[in-house]
C-alpha cells in the first residue's frame, strides 16, 4: 500500500521557473492538502481540496495554483518561482468527516529556488 | 479562532528522561487534537488523537490528555529512548466548515544515550 507518493523528492529551479509537484493517494481519500514547511514556522497551509473538482486557499496561497481533476491526484504549480518559495512541500489526504480522521503524508519534495 | 500553540524548542534529554511537550488551542468548542510525529526525512505520521474533552490519547509510550478547562492537550513520556529523537507537532481540526490541520510550529526533541 503506497499511501500518499509525492514526485519529485528533490529539485532546484531558477528563478522566474515553473514547476508543478504532483501528490498521489490510493486510499480513496476525499480531502488532499498541500503545507509548506520553514523552519521556525512549522507546517503552513498553501492550498486545499474537499473532493475532486475542487480546490480552496489556505494560509499562504500566493504564488501557487493548484488542480484536482482527479480524485487520486492534487497537483501543485509554481507559475514563476522565487526564492521565497525555497521550503519542503507536503501534500496530505484524509478521509474527511466528523473532524478527527487521521491525515497521511507524503515524504515531501525539497525545493530550491536559486 | 482556530491556532496551536506550543512549546518551542529545541529540548535536549538523555534517555530515560520524562519528556513534557506543551500545547495549548484556542477554540470556540472542543476540536479534535492531535500529536504529529516526524522522524528525520520523513513525512509527518500520526501519534496519538483526542476527539473529546476528557479523552487521553496514547501510542508507544506516550499520552496527552484532552483539559477543556486549561485549553490544553501536552504531550508526555515517562521514559524517553534515543528512537524518539524527532520533531513533535501539535494540531487541531478548524471549526465551522471545511476539514482542515492547523499545526503549532513543532518541538525538536534530542534524546541522548
Known amino acids: 500500500n503506497a499511501g500518499v507518493t509525492q514526485t519529485p523528492k528533490f529539485r532546484v529551479l531558477k528563478t522566474g521557473q515553473s514547476m508543478t509537484l504532483l501528490c498521489a493517494q490510493d486510499?480513496?481519500?476525499?480531502?488532499m492538502y498541500w503545507y509548506r514547511q520553514d523552519p521556525g514556522m512549522g507546517l503552513r497551509l498553501i492550498h486545499y481540496s474537499v473532493g475532486e473538482g475542487t480546490t480552496a486557499k489556505g494560509e499562504v496561497p500566493d504564488g501557487y495554483n493548484v488542480s484536482r481533476l482527479k480524485k487520486q491526484n492534487f497537483l501543485l504549480g509554481l507559475e514563476s518561482a522565487a526564492p521565497s518559495q525555497t521550503s519542503v512541500y507536503f501534500c496530505a489526504s484524509t478521509s474527511g468527516g466528523k473532524g478527527h480522521t487521521e491525515a497521511f503524508f507524503g515524504q515531501g519534495t525539497r525545493l530550491t529556488v536559486v | 479562532g482556530n491556532s496551536v500553540t506550543q512549546m518551542e524548542g529545541p529540548v535536549t534529554l538523555s534517555e530515560e528522561a520524562f519528556l513534557t511537550i506543551n500545547c495549548t488551542y484556542t477554540a470556540t468548542g472542543y476540536p479534535s487534537l492531535f500529536w504529529y510525529v516526524q522522524y528525520p526525512g520523513e513525512g509527518l505520521q500520526l501519534l496519538l488523537k483526542a476527539t473529546k474533552a476528557d479523552d487521553k490519547g496514547s501510542n508507544k509510550g506516550f499520552e496527552a490528555t484532552y483539559r477543556k478547562e486549561t485549553t490544553s492537550f501536552h504531550l508526555e513520556k515517562g521514559s524517553v529512548q534515543v528512537s524518539d529523537s524527532a520533531v513533535y507537532f501539535c494540531a487541531r481540526i478548524t471549526q465551522g466548515g471545511s476539514e482542515k490541520l492547523v499545526f503549532g510550529k513543532g518541538t525538536k526533541l534530542t534524546v541522548n544515550p
Open positions: 486510499m480513496n481519500h476525499e480531502y
